[in-house]
């Protein structure tokens, strides 16, 4: 991600929090607070060390472990020895012994007639039960770093407890800006790989957009190729990333690992999850659902219509570790006896059929981004819907909200094959589904990789069509 492909809006916005510390635009109180949050591996570090290295700014980098809170502590004197700051040297030698030490002493080592920053990864690690940290992180800030031309970025990959630590009550509520950085997006992943629109839509699924899978993607090569060298190598970061992931986030909770790999490999009901994860009862069932759900690893949906349902169904919201839960995990012991190519094989045999449903949350996102236009309005929600027995499934549905809406605006199908265009056929199944859904003849649309071959539609929707939707 030599370039930062797609980070560009994110840059910006550091550049100008940075800039507001300079011209110190809060008077006496010139230091701001950046809250940064993104799943593991999407280059948050990596966003943050390029902005500090082009700012010219004298910057800290300091890095959690939690290993402990001794270990803590004794890392942040090693990395004020690698720090630019211009008396870094009274961290490194003070070594502190608490954190309301360490942030006496960090506020001593900030320049007060320039402006500084100050970046905290893995915030999560030093947070506890009980807020002990934040209550220090909290009384350093109001009390003294505030008081400096500093930039303040904390970092996490635990999205809940980076959303709970700027939420009401606790200790640093409202003292920081929330930033989120989420993975590549389908266009920015065609940018980075030099691909077609259909090819780039394919590497997203796989790669989820992660930069360093992208990475080890030679630009213009088409998915096999990427995949047979990856599947060759047993430390590739398509194989080893969602494990490293999951590991970090989920050590203890054996039970929503299985949960979780039920879900991956295309079980979507209450029923079905519990039956493929051993015959979980229903309220361990709903615990681990609810962690995952905390963890915005899965997504809880219900179907979008006039009437309510209790029909939920639930995924696997990244792309990449979806991809990874079906086709890489359970073969990891093949793949690592150099028999990758009995997974590529599998691989292939099942691509067409299970990326015809892995995309839809991307069209659905697209088509969200895109509207209104000529011939749609703006939906102000955008899901499915889908009844118990699956005799009728309409792919999209736009509405004024979700689940239950007061009006449908309209629907689609997502025809996603090769050489195979949306013809009248798929238009009457789509007619019949709407009819099935409401009996207003709201438009009908079509999202298809091959075109289409009928007329009848409101809109159609294409691979470049779609993918213009981030490339604004």
Request: proline share 7%; hydrophobic share 45%; charged share 25%.
């Amino acid at each position: 991600m030599a370039n930062f492909v797609g980070r560009r809006h994110e840059l910006e916005t550091l550049d100008r929090e940075l800039g507001k510390v300079a011209t110190g635009v809060s008077g006496e109180r010139p230091g701001r607070c950046v809250m940064l949050r993104g799943r593991r591996r999407v280059g948050k570090s990596r966003l943050v060390e390029r902005f500090a290295e082009r700012s010219g700014a004298p910057f800290l980098f300091y890095a959690a472990t939690g290993a402990s809170p001794s270990a803590d502590l004794e890392r942040l004197s090693q990395d004020a020895q690698s720090s630019s700051l211009p008396l870094a040297n009274l961290l490194s030698a003070a070594r502190p012994a608490s954190w309301d030490a360490a942030f006496d002493v960090l506020a001593a080592a900030l320049p007060h007639d320039r402006p500084s920053v100050v970046v905290m990864d893995e915030v999560p690690y030093l947070m506890d039960a009980e807020g002990a940290f934040e209550g220090m992180l909290q009384r350093a800030w109001d009390r003294v770093l505030e008081t400096k031309p500093v930039l303040l970025i904390l970092i996490g990959s635990d999205l809940s407890m980076m959303e709970a630590l700027n939420s009401y009550g606790r200790p640093f509520h409202q003292r920081g800006r929330e930033m989120m950085l989420g993975p590549l997006n389908p266009a920015e992943v065609g940018e980075m790989l030099d691909l077609e629109p259909a090819s780039a839509f394919d590497a997203a699924l796989i790669t989820g957009g992660l930069p360093l899978i992208c990475a080890e993607w030679t630009p213009g090569a088409g998915m096999l190729r990427f995949l047979q060298t990856a599947l060759n190598d047993p430390l590739s970061a398509l194989l080893v990333s969602a494990e490293r992931s999951l590991a970090a986030e989920f050590p203890q909770q054996v039970q929503a690992r299985a949960v979780l790999s039920a879900i991956g490999s295309g079980e979507r009901t209450f029923s079905n999850i519990a039956r493929a994860a051993g015959g979980i009862g229903a309220t361990p069932l709903q615990r681990s659902l609810g962690i995952l759900a905390d963890k915005r690893v899965i997504a809880a949906e219900l179907p979008v219509s006039t009437r309510p349902s209790k029909d939920r169904r639930y995924r696997v919201a990244d792309p990449y570790l979806r991809f990874w839960l079906k086709f890489l995990g359970p073969a990891m012991q093949e793949i690592e006896r150099g028999r990758g190519d009995l997974t590529l094989r599998r691989i292939q045999e099942s691509w067409t059929r299970w990326r015809g449903r892995a995309v839809e949350p991307l069209v659905r996102e697209a088509l969200a981004r895109l509207l209104p236009e000529a011939k749609l309005p703006a939906a102000p929600a955008i899901g499915g819907y889908w009844t118990r027995s699956n005799d009728v499934e309409v792919d999209i549905v736009g509405a004024d909200r979700a689940p239950i809406a007061k009006k449908l605006l309209f629907v689609g199908s997502v025809k996603w094959l090769e050489n195979s265009p949306f013809d009248r056929h798929d238009l009457a199944a789509l007619h019949r589904h709407r009819a099935a859904l409401t009996p207003d003849p709201v438009p009908v649309i079509a999202a298809s990789r091959g075109g289409t071959d009928c007329t009848g539609l409101d809109a159609a929707y294409g691979p470049a069509d779609l993918l213009a939707a981030w490339s604004s």
